[in-house]
């Protein structure tokens, strides 16, 4: 069955599965799947450097590694919570909330995130920010130069919105918007936690993807679909990849 609104999802799952996971339980999963794909990322980077980096400003800005990485972390971080999940007594796909949503949901959504995107660019142009951060070139013309440009779109585009998505609007959604009352306030506090591990951009670039994390906090409630604000935060990061291709020329 298909979802097409948040009270459904919560009065679906409450009557069909048992319950998720507690406030401080669902932050423990986070924790552990986070401490074993940064371990896996550290035995990645261990193999793969090869004495390349000298420091984490070379990491940031080196395409392909951060490619590697971003697969590698996402995969462990999927696994972890799917078992987590299944721990739980449910279905993983039912308890991450993967379900197509409804047409007429998802629309809303869509045309929502295409005006944020290109309202925050005219504000960024405004203000005399940078459109398209050092990050963004430095992975960029790195990741070109090796010939490891389509890894990185597909990294960037596709893993880790998925990653990101199932993490944040699913696994920690499903633990803390446990009520009516509690969707706003879980959405926004799992915005904040989303924003504050992008720490390879500004201020302005974290405030950009707080306030993008509760555009797709609110299509996750709306439609009841984690895949909404999968393909959401893909279509963000395809329009911030096709900026930085027509930054850099």
Avoid: K
Wanted: charged share 10%; proline share 4%.
């Amino acid at each position: 069955m298909l979802l097409t609104d948040g009270s459904n999802d919560a009065a679906s799952t409450a009557a069909a599965a048992p319950r998720p996971w507690g406030y401080v339980a669902t932050f423990a999963w986070l924790l552990l799947a986070a401490v074993l794909a940064t371990a896996a990322s550290a035995a990645v980077l261990w193999f793969t450097s090869a004495g390349r980096l000298e420091d984490a400003a070379d990491l940031m800005g080196d395409g392909p590694l951060v490619s590697e990485l971003t697969l590698v972390s996402t995969a462990v971080e999927i696994g972890v919570l799917a078992l987590a999940a299944q721990l739980a007594g449910w279905r993983a796909s039912d308890y991450l909330a993967l379900v197509i949503p409804d047409v007429r949901a998802a629309l809303i959504p869509v045309v929502s995130m295409a005006v944020f995107l290109l309202g925050y660019d005219a504000l960024t142009s405004l203000l005399n920010q940078d459109v398209v951060s050092s990050f963004q070139l430095d992975t960029y013309r790195s990741a070109r130069a090796a010939g490891f440009l389509p890894m990185l779109w597909i990294a960037f585009v596709i893993v880790a919105p998925l990653g990101e998505e199932i993490i944040f609007r699913g696994f920690l959604y499903r633990g803390w918007a446990r009520s009516p009352r509690g969707v706003a306030p879980a959405i926004a506090v799992i915005s904040v936690l989303w924003a504050m591990m992008h720490v390879q951009y500004d201020w302005f670039g974290i405030l950009q993807i707080f306030l993008l994390g509760l555009l797709l906090g609110w299509a996750r409630w709306r439609s009841g679909s984690t895949l909404l604000a999968v393909g959401l935060h893909g279509l963000a990061n395809a329009w911030a990849m096709i900026e930085t291709a027509a930054a850099i020329g």
